[in-house]
């Protein structure tokens, strides 16, 4: 069913709901309030909608879908809203009734609310929330939402800042002005501004800067003095019942709290807020948290890649830092391998190549990251670059090239970088992965703190001490980037700024990262040196920075396209430089594909590999096969592998694993790793892999 006229918009009001003193901030006394902050995932909508159905009393529930915000023009479909469909297709709700008019003459009669009048709860979806002001603030429509929750119904929906007082970015002309033409909001939650996606739309200062409201712009009208800032970001929402709110969504969300009651002229504009993440429970009257989940998903163990021999390789060799033990890597419980020491020769032996491993330690006999990161101490980076020569220089961009991540702290961050502050030409020595110059921060044997913003990548991960702060980092002329000017900022993500009052880096990025595409790796680089420490928010610093790279591991790369029984020959080294038919590394995966093209064919899979080494071997529908996921696996010792099965058509991947690997012992020098057992492994082993299709059986031989 669908009411509809031809005028104006449709939503809520600013009536009071409840029996809060005025002064306070509170939702319905009756009711609840789902209220989204945005965002473009389909999975956390779905899973936030849900909840508003579960809270609504369950799929047989009564739903009203208010899509008024979505458009003015007369040719809108509002029946058929991404989020009427999300109800009625995705979900099977049955009871479900559109209700829209942009006229408010239609909003003021009977006929048009009876369905809000039989409703359990009423959703609002997203768009332009003043055109819900123009269609029902003051109606009988409004009034009626309002009896909804009296009658303990819900609402919810994506138009997030109509359900406070004061309606944020309510401007006719222009949706970024702050405090525009339609201030009032409809109040389901008062002495309130709500902003939405304020983490990914770096928007966590505009409720600050409404709040103060400088320019007195705020209709007087609106108690000022009493309210209460909330931003939501994108796929999260908060559930209200009274003074109670909740934070639901995705596993990181987080929700700005804004309480100019506390501020004083001098609080910085980070201090403005604090942060609740999922499941973290606030009372609005009492302007405090009561339930301490605030803090990010805290992952003691980095999600592993498979298709790698290990996770990290620490490099502290020629002038550099000789760091023997990677504290964060530990406590993720991540494998490393590490060269500590002073030879050049050694260090090359290990970096670029040696006769037992012609491709060095970091790569596979294809080019392919052996490692998922590298990271690179502190001391000289041109000394360091320069002493790697060009062929291991080389071996770390083709390392980055091909999808491993790097972190460095001070001098692994200079390395990385194109040059540094003005000058014009590419250093020599420098690996250029981050392909920018980067600053001296002049600063020597200092202790600095670390601001992180609210929409750094590294609260996916920590959330260190909830006031966006680290202190006491040891800092020794280190590098930084300004964040107001500069090329860099395009292609560069801040991750963390300077706290070095009256000095020049001071808010300026202390760690950064970049990702030149998605078939390389990601850069995290760390100005300053947290890495020492062992425990508390330092370490968290270390594991953030190690946990984001390690998650910008470059997409997998494809071998080629498997023909109808033609063999493909896996025989090459490194040395012929054709990657795409060399040999295959220890834990390295190797990827093809083929198209079905009728319905069900036998195909048959077949690799037959090197004698000494086992193989597996994989089958899955439209993405890369691998053990954690395949539809169809041969597995067991042995360098021979067949799979036969009927497929459906499409475009179907075989992954190929060679599982066999060296054994690392530590040196006696304890400054490197030694590889023994099957060694042969780090020059690849060979192997040829066949793809055949027939027909499928008719279905009556099958019989």
């Known amino acids: 069913m669908m009411i509809s006229c031809t005028a104006a918009v449709a939503v809520l009001s600013l009536s009071f709901v409840g029996g809060l003193a005025k002064a306070e901030t509170g939702g319905p006394l009756k009711g609840t309030l789902v209220v989204v902050g945005g965002g473009s995932s389909e999975v956390e909508l779905e899973n936030i909608f849900r909840r508003f159905v579960e809270l609504a009393g369950g799929d047989e529930a009564n739903i009203v879908i208010v899509p008024t915000a979505a458009s003015s023009g007369g040719e809108y479909d509002y029946e058929k809203h991404e989020q009427v469909s999300l109800a009625r297709d995705t979900l099977g709700l049955k009871n479900v009734t559109v209700v829209h008019t942009h006229d408010r003459r239609t909003a003021e009669t009977e006929e048009f609310v009876r369905p809000i009048r039989n409703a359990d709860a009423v959703w609002f979806t997203g768009g332009l929330e003043w055109r819900l002001v123009d269609a029902y603030l003051g109606t009988l429509t409004e009034r009626e939402f309002k009896t909804v929750l009296n009658r303990g119904g819900v609402i919810g929906g994506s138009s997030a800042s109509i359900q406070g007082s004061l309606l944020v970015r309510g401007d006719e002309k222009d949706s970024s002005v702050l405090i525009g033409d339609h201030q009032h909001g409809f109040g389901f939650i008062s002495n ?35 309210l209460l800032g909330i931003g939501i970001d994108a796929d999260t929402a908060i559930v209200v019942n009274g003074s109670e709110l909740e934070v639901i969504g995705k596993s990181n969300s987080r929700v700005l709290i804004y309480d100019p009651q506390s501020w004083k002229p001098d609080t910085l504009a980070h201090k403005k807020y604090q942060t609740l993440f999922k499941g973290a429970k606030y009372d609005l009257a009492g302007r405090k948290k009561i339930v301490e989940q605030s803090s990010p998903p805290s ?43 002073k030879d050049g020769a050694r260090q090359n032996e290990i970096i670029w190549g040696s006769e037992m491993d012609l491709n060095g330690s970091l790569l596979y006999p294809d080019g392919q990251p052996r490692f998922r990161m590298i990271y690179v101490n502190g001391g000289s980076a041109t000394l360091h670059g320069k002493s790697l020569e060009r062929p291991g220089r080389d071996a770390l961009r083709q390392f980055y090239n091909n999808g491993g991540s790097y972190c460095g702290s001070c001098a692994g961050s200079f390395l990385s970088g194109r040059n540094t502050d003005s000058r014009q030409s590419r250093r020599l020595g420098y690996l250029h992965i981050f392909p920018f110059n980067t600053l001296n921060t002049g600063l020597k044997k200092e202790r600095v703190g670390h601001f992180i913003p609210a929409d750094s990548a590294l609260l996916r991960y920590r959330s260190f001490g909830n006031d966006g702060y680290v202190a006491d980092i040891y800092h020794n002329n280190g590098n930084w980037l300004s964040v107001v000017e500069g090329e860099h900022l395009k292609s560069t993500e801040i991750l963390a700024t300077y706290d070095t009052p009256d000095r020049k880096p001071h808010r300026g990025a202390a760690i950064w990262a970049h990702k030149a595409s998605q078939s390389t790796g990601r850069v995290v680089n760390i100005g300053s040196h947290p890495e020492g420490i062992s425990s508390g928010e330092r370490l968290d610093l270390t594991e953030a920075c190690f946990l984001y790279a390690l998650e910008g591991n470059g997409k997998p790369q494809v071998k080629g396209r498997l023909q109808d ?108 790793f030694v590889y023994s057992g099957n060694t042969a492994i780090l020059n690849g082993a060979a192997y040829e892999i066949t793809m055949t299709a027939a027909a499928a059986p008719s279905r009556e031989k099958q019989k």
């Open 192 to 226: 309130c501004a709500i902003d939405q996606e304020v983490i990914v739309g770096k928007r966590q200062n505009g409720l600050s800067k409404i709040l103060a409201d400088s320019e007195m712009r705020i209709d007087k009208e609106i108690d000022r003095k009493a």
């Open 565 to 672: 029984s033609i063999v493909r020959e896996m025989t090459g080294s490194t040395t012929d430089a054709e990657p795409a038919f060399t040999k295959i590394g220890d834990r390295q995966y190797h990827f093809f594909t083929f198209d079905v093209s009728r319905e069900e064919p036998q195909i048959q899979i077949e690799i037959k590999g090197e004698p000494g080494f086992d193989f597996h071997l994989y089958l899955k529908r439209n993405s890369v096969a691998m053990q954690s996921d395949a539809s169809h696996a041969a597995t067991g010792p042995g360098s021979a592998k067949v799979i036969n099965a009927q497929l459906s058509s499409g475009r179907w991947f075989v992954g190929v694993e060679c599982v066999t690997n060296v054994v690392a012992k530590l040196h006696e020098s304890k400054e490197y």
């Open 299 to 341: 992952p003691k163990v980095a999600r592993r890649t498979s298709g790698f021999y290990k996770e990290i390789f620490m490099s502290g060799g020629v002038r550099l830092s000789s760091r023997k033990r990677l504290f964060a890597a530990e406590s993720l419980g991540l494998t490393y391998e590490y060269y500590a020491g």
